[in-house]
C-alpha cells in the first residue's frame, strides 16, 4: 500500500477533472471503476477509485482518489493504493502502486 495526502488551494471541479482525465488518459489499462459524489452544509466530498494493469507486478492494482472541501477552504486529496503483489505472506513487490501514485503527483 501506498500513500499521497495533501491540501491544494484549487477549483474543486476542476481539480477532480484533472485527475479523471490525467489516470484515465496516463494508462491504456486504467479503468475508473466507481465514483460516489456527495455534499452537505457546504463540505464536498468525490472518492474515485481506478484500476489498472501492473507490468511490474503482474496483477491489477487500485487506487482510491478522495478529494474533500469544507466551504471555501483547501481540497483535501488522499489517494491509497492497493493491490501489485503476488506474495502470500508479505508484500514484496509495490513499485506498481509507487508508480500509479506517481502518475497521480505529476497531475498536482
Known amino acids: 500500500m501506498a500513500k499521497l495526502e495533501r ?3 484549487e477549483n474543486f ?3 477532480l477533472a484533472r485527475i479523471e482525465q490525467g489516470i ?5 489499462s486504467a479503468s475508473l471503476e466507481a465514483s460516489s459524489d456527495f455534499s452537505e ?8 477509485v481506478f484500476e489498472r494493469y ?3 507486478g503482474g ?14 477552504g483547501p481540497v483535501h486529496l488522499s489517494a491509497i493504493t ?4 503476488q506474495a502470500l505472506l508479505f508484500k ?6 509507487e508508480a500509479f501514485l506517481d502518475k497521480l503527483r505529476e497531475l498536482m
Open 24 to 28: 484515465l488518459e496516463g494508462s491504456v
Open 7 to 9: 491540501a491544494l488551494q
Open 82 to 85: 492497493a493491490g501489485g503483489s
Open 41 to 48: 452544509g457546504g463540505a464536498r466530498c468525490s472518492v474515485r
Open 59 to 72: 496483477n491489477r492494482l487500485s487506487m482510491s482518489v478522495t478529494l474533500f472541501q469544507s466551504g471555501g
Open 54 to 56: 501492473s507490468y511490474a
Open 13 to 15: 471541479d476542476g481539480l
Open 92 to 97: 514484496i513487490n509495490t513499485w506498481g502502486e
